[in-house]
């Protein structure tokens, strides 16, 4: 559930000098989706649902660029289309499809056209659609980012890395969990 309605905090005195950006983040404490407009001064945002406040690191925001996540301690951010990725795979699945269909029954016009019609829909895509900033440890997504091509594009060796610390950190978790002693005795009848 997205809402627009999380709590900025910022000085927006100078008109001049505010950018505002997009950022759609999970909140740490509830976990629910939030959406916020952040300009360049901003020093806070809350969580429309639990009211949770997330102070934005000195620095993170300069002019407009993000120089890291602003919803938790990663630096490890990437360049993305943004286009829902299944939305993306279901079409060219369904242009394959298609055209496999049309060689089945020997319409080779079609089968052609059919998976030219389907590279020219992703094309089109892939230039209309914008860009936006992803991070890799919590899946923030920060939309109207100036400069983001300065972060990169996707990188598996970043993405695997952050896997594998989250991974070993619910193992983590979870064995200190299960170390810790019963606070209450339990009584058998």
């Not at 301690?73 to 269909?101: C, E, H, N, W, Y």
């Amino acid at each position: 559930m997205m809402t627009d309605d999380s709590k900025v905090h910022s000085d927006q005195s100078n008109p001049l000098r505010f950018h505002a950006m997009n950022v759609t983040y999970s909140c740490p404490k509830c976990e629910s989706i939030n959406q916020a407009e952040i300009g360049d001064d901003a020093t806070a945002m809350s969580c429309s649902h639990c009211e949770h406040t997330l102070q934005i690191p000195p620095g993170a925001l300069n002019d407009g660029k993000v120089t890291r996540c602003l919803a938790c301690p990663s630096a490890d951010l990437f360049v993305r289309k943004d286009f829902p990725q299944r939305l993306g795979v279901t079409l060219v699945t369904i242009g394959l499809l298609g055209s496999s269909v049309a060689w089945a029954y020997g319409y080779l016009y079609w089968t052609f056209g059919i998976l030219f019609a389907s590279a020219l829909v992703d094309l089109l895509l892939y230039a209309l659609v914008p860009n936006a900033l992803m991070c890799y440890h919590c899946g923030a997504m920060y939309r109207g980012v100036r400069n983001m091509e300065e972060h990169g594009s996707f990188s598996l060796e970043v993405h695997e890395r952050h896997r594998q610390q989250k991974i070993r950190l619910a193992e983590l978790q979870h064995a200190q969990s299960a170390r810790q002693p019963i606070s209450q005795p339990i009584e058998m009848d």
